[in-house]
């Protein structure tokens, strides 16, 4: 496996790779990887000929520097995990290569990015498309991974392909969860033991929703969820939202439309963490 720190050795890589006549996977990461992210590594090593997994911890997307700087850093670990993955090469440059000049381009996703993430994290879909974007055209990949955990995430650079015409397919992947539910993520390694065990609350009240639903309205439905974790201590919930899965409109009614996500966004002492069920 070979490690990369700049555009210009990647695209080297990727010429050779490509010769070879290797159709290529990119796997965009920040690393702190976990299952989750061995999950769409995996399938993107079974369906390409060459995997890149880019590990960088994107300033532009975060709009709390608290947050950018408590963000688990862990590149060592990463890279042993992705080398047993069989990762043909990992692209982790420096924010001095991704961003030589500040990136100014602004993004316009309506209505995708005006509710939800978008409004609670100002900037932070704007980021995510800078940096997304500049890895698309940096390695040109066949196939990007990314998985279903950032739902709105994923439907944003959905829209970002079809905006830039972007010649590549955007595979969506399920979430991975722990055995008891709780949904992996980075910032999960910032829990303390005795808050991981409070944020289960956080998958509980989502998979009881969806058979509590079977019998009671849209509305209830929320409210329930709303609930449960307003009754548990140490979680404060930031929203939960049960939209169109298309649109990411919030719904009112279980016949508004045949495809509907819950989506909820919790604070876990300092730990934002995010998770979603469908329901429809
Ligand atoms: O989902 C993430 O880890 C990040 O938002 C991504 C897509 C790697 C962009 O920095």
Redesign the pocket.
């Known amino acids: 496996m070979l490690i990369v720190n700049t555009i210009e050795q990647l695209r080297l890589f990727l010429t050779a790779a490509r010769a070879e006549g290797n159709s290529i996977g990119l796997v965009?990461?920040?690393g702190a990887l976990h299952e989750g992210h061995a999950s769409l590594v995996e399938r993107s090593v079974r369906e390409n000929g060459t995997t890149v997994v880019?590990v960088?911890v994107?300033p532009t997307?975060f709009n709390d520097k608290g947050d950018l700087e408590r963000y688990p850093r862990t590149l060592e670990a990463d890279c042993c995990l992705l080398e047993k993955l069989e990762v043909d090469c990992v692209f982790a440059p420096s924010v001095e290569e991704v961003y030589p000049e500040p990136d100014t381009r602004i993004f316009d996703f309506a209505p995708l990015d005006k509710v939800m993430e978008g409004i609670y994290r100002p900037g932070h879909f704007n980021g995510?498309a800078q940096?997304?974007s500049k890895?698309f055209m940096f390695v040109e990949p066949d196939r990007a991974y990314?998985?279903e955990k950032?739902f709105q995430?994923l439907a944003i650079?959905r829209e970002m392909v079809r905006q830039l015409s972007f010649n590549l397919e955007i595979i969506g992947c399920p979430i991975v969860r722990e055995q008891d539910g709780l949904a992996l993520s980075?910032r999960n390694a910032l829990l303390t033991n005795e808050q991981r065990h409070t944020a289960l609350a956080i998958s509980k009240s989502l998979f009881s929703s969806v058979k509590y639903a079977k019998e009671h309205t849209l509305i209830e439905t929320k409210q329930m969820v709303e609930a449960a974790i307003a009754a548990t201590e140490g979680l404060e919930l930031e929203y939960y939202e049960i939209v169109d899965g298309n649109t990411l409109q919030p719904v009112t009614a279980w016949t508004d439309t045949d495809y509907i996500v819950g989506c909820i966004t919790v604070y876990c002492g300092k730990v934002r963490l995010i998770d979603n069920i469908r329901y429809k």
Do not use: A, C, H, Y
Request: aromatic content about 12%; overall charge negative.
């Open positions: 965009p990461t920040m880019s960088f994107n997307q995510v940096i997304v890895l990314f998985g950032d995430q650079i980075s």
